[in-house]
């Protein structure tokens, strides 16, 4: 990927990805430029690669991002696919697939994605990419069923938020008839006072919580602490998935024992990004991240699961759903074992959730 | 090598293509694309087969309708690099 490449690939961007028929606009294919030329991390053997027409023009994109980790005291390099398109199939049905294996063939130890869909998948299970089913599924936990429902439906057609006004007499009667948690509805009562305490976490505060949340994985990120810093700082913006609430979890005693980050205003469905959490206090964070959402008068939150965090959530009445595929593949097999067994940190700032790709505007 | 580079490429294509079915064997020269036979998935299956049986090594550069669009394009594609390696030339 050269500088060059940029506003073909902005413009794939926009019509592949975004679906927006619309020019891309500056601000877009600035980010673009800084994300890919100059990421966190930056490794000068890894790249973004682009795939060129005979006549040189771009029809295809993979991001890359590099990301340093370590396993049991051995430094590795992992690289992460994302933004993953190609256009004109008809002329050149093969792009994607030379694409995603120049990809896997680069220096890295690691090649990881976590937004696979269905037919990127199927490409890297044929090049014996691992699906990791513990890391690529949405869990879903709904707290106020009608408004809920008109926010899904709002997603389709945004002129059903003109009924939301309904769904709160329809919530609260919810909440009187059954004050306990349910299935299907969340009432702020069922948690108040009986979680642990949260704070708002600033940028700094954040980045040392990450480092000392991520040890107790035998295979995590390794970030410099200043390129840490850039991407927490990227991960403040994300205006289609609403305000940032960044929450550091304390124990009574005022330990600190997780973190959450997720984006979500009143009446809307919130995105969580991280749930970060010492061993055996998974649960206790989640409470509290729920209280706090429930607090906040989100109708529900949803977010990427991690192996960590299963154990915990079962027994909370998520839901569970398949939408995108975490996948890795290494030449070496021992390196496959921790994500396998779940003892590898991964999805979220351990991905590319954190960028403004997904879940900012451009305007 | 006891099978010709042709009827092994043939046997994979029914095998991992076809479902098994033998009567729709395409010929040697039909386009594999323009029969929906192999897409962007099935192409990275023929370049894992290829390199594993018959000790190429296939560079992503190579991985065009030139060397993988029939089975004619395929076994000239196969033989070619085998002669490049120094390897024994398979029966047409």
């Known amino acids: 990927m050269a500088p060059e490449d940029v506003p073909a690939i902005a413009s794939m961007f926009q019509r592949i990805l975004r679906k927006d028929r619309h020019a891309p606009s500056p601000a877009l294919t600035a980010y673009l430029t800084r994300l890919f030329l100059d990421p966190p991390n930056r490794d000068p053997h890894i790249a973004s690669l682009v795939h060129l027409r005979a006549d040189g023009s771009v029809s295809g994109f993979m991001g890359v991002l590099p990301m340093p980790m370590v396993f049991e005291g051995r430094r590795l390099q992992a690289a992460i696919g994302g933004s993953f398109m190609v256009e004109g199939y008809e002329d050149d049905p093969y792009a994607g697939a030379r694409l995603l294996r120049a990809f896997q063939n680069g220096p890295q130890d690691l090649s990881l994605t976590e937004t696979a869909n269905d037919v990127s998948t199927a490409m890297w299970r044929k090049l014996r990419g691992v699906i990791l089913p513990d890391y690529s599924l949405e869990w879903l936990r709904v707290i106020r069923p009608a408004a809920f429902t008109v926010e899904m439906a709002a997603k389709a057609v945004g002129a059903a938020r003109l009924v939301s006004p309904l769904a709160r007499p329809v919530d609260a009667l919810i909440r009187r008839a059954a004050p306990h948690a349910g299935w299907a509805h969340l009432p702020a009562t069922a948690l108040r006072g009986k979680v642990l305490p949260s704070a708002d976490a600033d940028d700094e505060t954040s980045a040392t919580l990450f480092q000392r949340f991520v040890q107790s994985h035998r295979l995590r990120p390794d970030w410099p602490e200043a390129e840490l810093q850039r991407m927490i700082a990227e991960s403040g913006r994300k205006a289609n998935y609403g305000g940032m609430v960044r929450r550091q979890v304390s124990s009574r005693s005022g330990t600190p024992v997780g973190m959450f980050l997720y984006y979500g205003d009143r009446a809307r469905i919130g995105r969580v990004i991280q749930i970060l959490a010492l061993p055996g206090q998974e649960g206790a964070v989640i409470d509290s991240m729920l209280a706090d959402a429930c607090e906040r008068g989100l109708v529900a939150l949803r977010g990427r699961t991690q192996p960590a965090l299963l154990d915990a959530m079962l027994g909370r009445r998520f839901a569970f759903v398949h939408a995108a595929s975490s996948i890795v593949h290494a030449r070496d097999q021992s390196l496959i074992e921790p994500f396998r067994t779940g003892q590898a940190f991964f999805n979220g700032f351990a991905g590319e959730s954190w960028s403004r790709l997904l879940g900012d505007r451009f305007d | ?92």
């Open chain 2, 1 to 92: 090598m006891s099978a010709s580079v042709k009827s092994e490429i043939r046997a994979f294509i029914v095998e991992n293509f076809l479902f098994g079915d033998e009567s729709q064997v395409p010929a040697d020269e039909t386009s594999l694309i323009e029969t929906d036979l192999v897409d962007s998935t099935g192409i990275l299956e023929m370049v894992l087969f290829l390199e594993e049986r018959f000790a190429i090594s296939v560079a992503d550069a190579e991985i065009v309708p030139d060397n993988f669009d029939s089975v004619a394009r395929l076994m000239t594609f196969v033989n070619g690099k085998r002669a490049a390696a120094g390897l024994a030339l398979a029966e047409g």
